[in-house]
């Protein structure tokens, strides 16, 4: 445990009696008192407060930071507003996954980006490889991260912040909160509406404390923040999505910029464009799916997919109960020919088959503020 990383909120995790595990290096709550069925169903229903600051922080910023970056990213960043963001993922020469990031445009010549917890010293030491001498790349390590999730989000952060009301999915704004510098973007990964909120280390616990003083804000830890976004249809990093596999079975070619597609008017042209694009022609081989398990035992990640013959055709990369729905969902990829709404399948449950429906995602309806 010596050699876990704190957060600057940890103190106040161990004083609300979180249970504490390793999780990316960190030292992180993964569920409070009340329980993860109790925080997920009170973000659902009200509003979370997630300490998400083990994830990655970083500045971009240059004459040629664009050119950079589209190297790098299925991106148009031309046409990506001031203060608006976009969801993407950081491919590999194989065109694998290395990462899923979040880009912000903070200006003219900057951006903002947040890497998953487990990533970021790989993501780093990619971007560092490929800058350009004019681009500078600023990890904001002296920032943490909270995201407050949930339908009572912008009521709560609205009365700090009325700034805040005016911002849609996907948008972000400075803001002065208690003094603090916060830079604060509409977005989450919970499906709920919601906020994350980067702020100065220092300035961290103070926020978190006010927050927590409206009785709609309840501490909510990984745990719920797992079912919350597998609800959400949602992928996890290593495990529905990873340097093996491609965007095309993923099921993230939405997420790469029209011009930048393989029909675009500046088609490719980023590492890994055309062993993406090859895929996309020849078709996956295999798809990332939705399950929903008949019955209520769970379906944990690892289990074998199975068709009516007990042939493999599979695997769960992510499972768990739904408290939303109680009811135990999953996700995993499956033979392309099996992965049509409305099959039947079978997840292996300690040597015994368990008969799964395939569908769509998300299980839970999204609930995103898009105006």
């Known amino acids: 445990m010596s050699d876990l990383l704190p957060t600057p909120l940890h103190a106040m995790h161990l004083q609300a009696g979180a249970k504490m595990v390793p999780f990316a290096g960190y030292d992180m709550p993964v569920q409070y008192p009340s329980g993860i069925k109790s925080e997920h169903l009170h973000t659902r229903s009200a509003a979370g407060l997630f300490d998400v600051s083990h994830m990655g922080q970083g500045l971009f910023e240059g004459a040629d930071v664009r050119q950079v970056l589209e190297k790098l990213l299925p991106l148009d960043l031309e046409e990506l507003p001031l203060n608006h963001s976009v969801y993407t993922f950081l491919p590999n020469a194989e065109g694998g996954i290395i990462d899923d990031l979040i880009v912000t445009r903070w200006g003219p010549e900057a951006y903002f980006v947040v890497f998953n917890a487990a990533c970021k010293t790989g993501d780093i030491a990619h971007f560092r490889a490929h800058l350009s001498a004019t681009t500078r790349l600023q990890v904001l390590d002296d920032r943490a991260l909270l995201a407050l999730q949930g339908p009572q989000a912008e009521a709560v952060l609205s009365r700090l912040a009325p700034a805040v009301k005016a911002l849609v999915f996907m948008t972000g704004c400075r803001v002065s909160i208690d003094g603090a510098d916060c830079y604060v973007t509409r977005s989450g990964y919970t499906g709920e509406d919601g906020f994350e909120i980067s702020v100065p280390a220092a300035a961290a616990p103070g926020l978190a404390q006010t927050l927590l003083n409206d009785p709609a804000v309840n501490w909510v830890g990984l745990g ?4 919350l976004r597998l609800e959400a249809g949602l992928c996890l990093y290593g495990h529905d999505m990873d340097a093996q596999r491609s965007p095309v079975e993923a099921g993230l070619m939405w997420s790469v910029a029209k011009s930048r597609r393989a029909d675009g008017a500046r088609a490719g042209n980023f590492i890994g464009a055309d062993k993406i694009f090859a895929c996309q022609a020849q078709g996956a081989r295999e798809k990332r799916v939705g399950l929903r398990v008949n019955g209520k035992a769970p379906v944990r990640e690892g ?18 109960f739904a408290p939303s729905l109680a009811a135990p969902i999953a996700m995993g ?39």
């Open 333 to 371: 990829y499956v033979k392309a020919e099996h992965a049509a709404p409305g099959s039947s399948v079978a997840a292996m449950v300690r040597g015994k088959p368990l008969a799964m429906t395939v569908c769509k995602t998300p299980f839970v309806p999204q609930r995103y503020y898009r105006g």
């Open 303 to 320: 289990a074998d997919i199975v068709d009516a013959a007990g042939e493999l055709i599979g695997k769960v990369t992510s499972g768990g």
């Open 224 to 227: 719920a923040r797992d079912s």
